[in-house]
């Protein structure tokens, strides 16, 4: 207990290494310090808040080779289907991507079937097979090369094993280009935005789905808050700042949805778990994620189904952003 107190303290005070994405300040406060909730060990991160904008961030931020230790490709296999019938989960996740795609069709400037998709870290393509379905054209980009074998497998489509930044695809070429959680997971948020802009054609759709840190739920839950996921979330948006920095990168009319109380099951788990947490910071078994079951399918459309309705009138943890490029093609980007 007194050296994981230890390391807690030494935490605090670790000096911060990065500055705010959106506003460029590096002067922030401590926000959450908190383990790897689903994978364990002893390691506490450490997320500040930036003083000036709210903007959160994780700082500071670990090697590239200690970030790899915390992704495995187990979440993508967990979802297979077997033989031949979907899992569970798979269904969960298939009607989750099926309205998230008819949402997107919808905020296309031209008929779906004559669209062109990219989804940025497009996992095992589920979304993508979801806008195949409806008519549209849809290629991905994944590095996680289990991942992208599914995805191709999934949709016979293009999938690169490529970040967006080095991908080198030719620009104003897609209809719409999504990342869905995924901003939140990467190095320079910015950069990315500005690429993705690059490859829309004028009047084309940017599509983001990322955890709301200015939630109630966010608040309420603190380093127990599921879509927290330290350190794989390097940063937490609110609407507002997000919204100023999809502006600042040379995106239109940016709109919201929302989707609360989506991870409260998980949120509550990690709460109650980390209450007999033992000294090592373990998870217990209990409270890792498990496949299948149909009461558990049934339960899970039934809170998207009651989280997209509260949505129209409540800010949630989850939120989804839609925005367009300019008409004309001529947007500023880059300025801070
Ligand atoms: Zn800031």
Request: charged fraction near 25%; glycine fraction near 8%; charge should be positive.
């Amino acid at each position: 207990m007194s050296s994981n107190r230890t390391k807690d303290l030494s935490l605090e005070n670790a000096p911060m290494t990065l500055a705010c994405c959106v506003c460029g300040t590096p002067k922030a406060s401590v926000w959450r310090v908190a383990p790897d909730h689903i994978l364990g060990g002893e390691t506490r991160f450490r997320a500040v808040r930036c003083l000036r904008c709210g903007t959160a961030r994780l700082d500071p931020r670990p090697s590239d080779a200690e970030m790899s230790r915390h992704y495995t490709t187990e979440t993508y296999a967990r979802a297979e289907d077997r033989d031949g019938a979907p899992s569970e989960l798979a269904r969960r996740l298939n009607e989750y991507n099926r309205r998230l795609a008819a949402r997107a069709a919808a905020s296309l400037n031209r008929p779906v079937s004559e669209s062109r998709t990219l989804d940025v870290g497009c996992g095992d393509g589920r979304f993508l097979a979801a806008m195949i379905a409806l008519g549209g054209q849809a290629e991905g980009l994944e590095t996680d090369p289990v991942a992208a074998a599914l995805a191709r497998r999934r949709t016979g489509g293009q999938i690169h094993e490529a970040p967006l930044e080095q991908a080198s695809l030719p620009g104003a070429s897609f209809d719409l280009v999504s990342l869905l959680h995924v901003l939140e997971h990467v190095p320079d948020p910015r950069v990315t935005l500005i690429e993705a802009k690059r490859l829309l054609k004028p009047g084309g759709t940017l599509l983001l789905a990322l955890p709301n840190a200015g939630s109630l739920e966010a608040s309420v839950f603190g380093s127990t808050w599921y879509p927290l996921d330290l350190p794989r979330h390097f940063w937490g948006f609110s609407p507002r700042t997000l919204a100023r920095l999809v502006e600042e990168c040379g995106f239109e009319a940016p709109a919201f949805r929302h989707f609360p109380l989506l991870f409260l099951p998980q949120s509550l788990r990690y709460s109650l778990s980390s209450k007999d947490r033992d000294p090592k910071g373990e998870v217990p078994a209990s409270a890792s994620e498990k496949g299948g079951g149909r009461t558990k399918t049934r339960v899970f459309l039934s809170l998207l189904t009651l989280s997209e309705t509260l949505g129209r009138h409540f800010p949630g943890e989850v939120m989804e952003m839609t925005a367009q490029t300019p008409q004309s093609g001529i947007g500023v980007g880059g300025t801070r």
